[in-house]
């Protein structure tokens, strides 16, 4: 099965100076192996994930 993912990026601007933002990623919330390290073993992707936050531009 092929590895799959989506990731979601949404930025609105509130005036001249303040953008508000939200990242999710790993919608899917898919738990592929993605590498493996030979000390560490298996590794898969992150989980689902979701950013909140704001930009002020001076």
């Known amino acids: 099965m092929p590895i799959q993912f989506l ?4 930025k ?3 005036n001249d100076s303040i953008d508000i933002y939200v990242i999710i ?8 192996i993605i590498s493996r390290a030979p000390s560490e073993g298996a590794r898969s992707q992150k989980p689902r994930t979701m950013k ?7």
């Open 7 to 10: 990731d979601a990026n949404l």
């Open 25 to 32: 990623e790993n919608i899917l919330d898919d738990a592929n």
């Open 52 to 58: 909140v936050g704001f930009a002020y531009k001076f």
């Open 12 to 14: 609105k601007s509130l």
